[in-house]
Each structure stands twice: as C-alpha cells, then as structure tokens.
C-alpha cells in the first residue's frame, strides 16, 4: 500500500483512534453497515410505493359504477360497530349526515363483528338508537380483530393493541382503498397507513385519547389507578420505567395522529389532551356526540313521585374507568351517617350494559359490596334493559349519578339533564368542562370527588324544596339542546368538508 493511498490514510486515522484491534475491526464494518441500511431503506420505500400504485389501480376499478363514472369510496374504520355505546351512535348519526350531503357516494364500514351480517348490524343500529340510513352501506368484516383485544395483552397493553391495530388496519385496506377514509374508534395508528399508503384523505373522530398527560401525572406521581397497578406504585425503579414507557408512546402517538387531515375531539377535554400530544391546531374542532335528547324531552318535568321515597340512578356501562363503588360507598355513607333529616325510602339503581364475562365479574363484585356495606337492600342491579325501561327510571329518578374520573363526555349525563334529573356527575372531564356548566346564570347540576363530597351532595339535593329542584330541571334541560343529533350533523359536516375538496 502507497503512503499516498486514500485507504492508507483511512487506516491510519482508524489506528489513531482505535488502538485496539477489536475496535479497528467494528469500525471498518460502519461504513459497509451503513451503506446497506441506506440501501434497505431505498428498497422498503420502493416497495412501499410500489404497493401504493397497486391500491391506486385497485381503488380505480372498485370506485368505478356501472354508468362508468367514479364514485367516492367513504370508509370508517369501526371494528365494533354492532356495539351499543355512544361511539356506535356517533358513527351512525355521521353516516346518516354524509349520506344525506353526499348520496352518490359508496359508504364501507370496516368492522369486526364477524358474528353478524350487515342487515343485523342496520337493524340493530335502528333498534338501539333509532337510526335507519338512507343508502345502502357495504360492510367490510375483519378476522384479526382479536390483535386490538386489551385481553391479549396483559402487559404493555397500550402498544400491544396500537401494534395490533396497523396490522387490522393492513386487513381492511387490503380488502378495500377509499378515496376517504375516517376513524371513529381512536385507532390513531392507522391513520399514515391509509394517508401514505393507501392514498387516501384521512380524518379522525377521537373520544378519548389512547395515552393522555393525566395518566402521564398518574404514574409520575405514583397513584393507584385501573391503568396503575399498586405493585407498580410501590416501585420507584417501575415507576420510572414506565413513566419512561409512556413518554415514548405518548411520543410516538403524537407523531401518528398528526397525520389526520381533519380531526375531531368530543369535548373540551379531549381538546386540550389532543393539542397537546398531536399538535394540530389548525384541523382540529370540537364536535360534540349526538344524543337522543328529544327523546328525553319528552318526560313530564313535575317534581316526582308515583311511589314514596326517592330514586337515584346511574347510567353506564360495567367498566372498570366507570368507578361505581364509589357511587355505592357514598349512597352507604348516605344511608349510615343519616345525613338527611326524617329520611324518606332511598334506593339506588345501577342501571349499565355488560360486554362479556369480565363486566358480569364486575357485577358480582358490585353486589358483595353492597352486602358488606349492608345497603343491600336499597340497591338494585339493572344489566342491558331495554330503552322503554331506560326512559322509565329517568322518568322517575331525582338524582343522576356519575363518578367516572375525566370522563371524556359523558352521554349518560346529557341523558339525565335531558331526562329531568337533578345530575351529579364527577368534578372532572367532559361533564366538568362542557355538560354540568351554567346556562344564562343558572345552575344545571352538581359535581363532586370524594365519597364525602357525593354523599353531602345528595343530601343537599334532597333537602331541597320541590320548586328550587324544579328549577334546576328546567336549567338543566333549556342547556342540552347544544347536544342534538341535529347540532352533531351540522358541525360534523362543517369539519369534514376538508376532506372533500
């Protein structure tokens, strides 16, 4: 070798800087790692874009109608759509609203309810929600969609079912590539597979947020919570690893979320959590979820009772987030420490839907509290009655319960001031920043924390005159208005248009 090689010079500043020749010999391998990583990188974008071009020829033969013309393929990614929540009732009030702006278009709903067809799925939306569209809606059906079960994932819960959802994302571009593709369950990983791959213009309707700064303050402060097990609370060196774990997941959250062209929050609270993890001012709105108001609009406002004795309720389904022990140990403080002078006959009722095995657990769980706090027999279970009855024990009840913490809504309560009940709902979230708010000065509710604080509330509350509880009622009716399906269509719309252009 000349002393005036290149190589020669290269091996020379190598000596220099790694005397050891285990050394010299992985840093000779750098510059040859690096080029092959460079070009593995150019192949997977090759490839990529080469799947990409393929979607783009498939999504034109689909799109194309029989008079020959394009049509505009608008898909939502719903994997739980024969569900009955507040979600499900969102994405059929959107496709009821795009159906009725946009009806030459063809509408797919991703789903996973593989149990079902699609005429069930229509007829259950109807029975449930009173909803029936105005145009056929194609339904997508998913089989891996067990990859976004929580179950599956004991640990690492978050990122497990994050992981899982781009993998059920792949499935059902796969099977179908809209021109418009919207995520209505919070399944933000999706989103850059169906914009760059895919193609598509891309919006998200979130409810709740997978990962938010409360649960980052959660496990930085060493809580227990139902997203913080005790075992990891008493572990300084847990705690900072899964603070850790969260900040990068939070991280990359925000990175995949700023892909959505539009996105929509459901309330003030969610707002400020997806501003400051997506950082997407400028395409980000608030529309709030549709309630069947008017349906409770129809209940007599007159102070209650057909029976003796008052009737609290709480509406909600059996999850671990909804805390309803609470809701007992403060009705069994209640009770004990007779806070309400010459008491009348109190009964609460739970009134919520179970999903599956673990909810009916939760049940039973519930029931033995209320056996060892004795309160028994003031206390009832009502699991997945139907609506008719719903409405009836609205009808009847003087106090809505809620006492889930930073509850992103809050449907249930909406549906309690609709009712006529006199709501007390969780000093938190949705029902704090949105719902249980004053309207033209007056009071609309009430909100509490602590088993102290509802207890001494409902006493409150039923110490009240007749007349004063009347005037909450009203208040608290004249202010839901601002919830109705047809406040939801028109600010639904007003976001999405973007998405159109």
Request: charged share 20%; glycine share 8%.
């Amino acid at each position: 070798m000349e002393r005036g090689d290149s190589s020669y010079v290269l091996a020379k500043v190598l000596e220099a800087f790694c005397p050891c020749p285990r050394d010299l010999f992985f840093y000779s391998l750098f510059f040859p790692g690096l080029i092959v990583c460079g070009t593995l990188c150019v192949c997977l974008v090759i490839v990529l874009w080469g799947i990409r071009l393929l979607l783009q020829r498939k999504k034109k033969l689909v799109s194309t109608s029989k008079n020959g013309k394009n049509q505009m393929v608008i898909a939502f990614f719903h994997p739980y759509c024969n569900a009955g929540g507040g979600g499900e009732r969102v994405l059929w009030c959107a496709l009821r609203a795009l159906q009725k702006k946009y009806p030459e278009a063809v509408y797919v709903v991703y789903t996973g309810d593989v149990n079902v067809n699609g005429q069930q799925i229509l007829e259950g939306a109807f029975r449930r929600f009173n909803i029936r569209l105005i145009h056929p809606v194609q339904f997508v059906f998913l089989r891996k969609r067990y990859l976004v079960e929580d179950s599956l994932y004991p640990h690492f819960t978050l990122l497990g079912q994050s992981l899982g959802s781009i993998f059920l994302g792949w499935e059902a571009l796969m099977q179908c590539v809209p021109d418009v593709y919207i995520d209505s369950m919070g399944y933000a990983f999706t989103l850059p597979l169906f914009k760059y791959i895919g193609g598509c213009q891309v919006g998200s309707y979130v409810h709740y947020p997978t990962i938010s700064t409360d649960m980052l303050s959660v496990v930085k402060n060493q809580n227990i919570g139902f997203n913080n097990a005790a075992f990891i609370t008493r572990n300084p060196f847990l705690s900072k690893v899964k603070l850790i774990y969260y900040y990068l997941f939070a991280f990359i959250y925000g990175l995949v979320g700023s892909c959505s062209d539009v996105v929509m929050v459901n309330s003030s609270w969610t707002l400020n959590h997806i501003l400051s993890l997506w950082k997407v001012g400028n395409c980000t709105n608030i529309v709030y979820p549709p309630c069947d108001v008017q349906t409770f609009l129809d209940i007599p406002l007159h102070e209650k009772k057909m029976t003796p004795g008052h009737l609290l309720v709480s509406v909600g389904q059996f999850r671990p987030e909804k805390n309803h022990p609470l809701q007992i140990r403060a009705f069994a403080k209640l009770l004990n420490k007779k806070m309400v002078e010459s008491p009348p006959s109190l009964k609460l009722v739970l009134i919520g839907g179970c999903r599956n095995k673990d909810d009916e657990l939760r049940v039973n769980q519930l029931r033995r509290l209320s056996e060892d706090l004795g309160v028994q027999e003031h206390v009832e279970f009502k699991i997945n009655i139907p609506f008719d009855e719903l409405k009836n024990y609205l009808s009847e009840a003087t106090i809505g319960l809620h006492t889930m913490w930073n509850e992103h809504f809050g449907i249930g309560v909406v549906e309690c001031m609709a009712a006529g009940t006199i709501i007390l709902a969780h000093n938190s979230g949705g029902p704090k920043l949105d719902i249980v708010v004053p309207h033209e000065g007056d009071i609309t509710g009430f909100l509490a924390e602590s088993e102290e604080d509802y207890a001494e509330t409902i006493a409150h509350i039923l110490s009240m005159s007749a007349e004063k509880r009347l005037q909450i009622r009203k208040s608290a009716r004249a202010s839901v208005s601002r919830f109705s399906d047809q406040e939801f269509e028109v600010t639904f719309l007003s976001s999405v248009e973007k998405l159109f252009k």
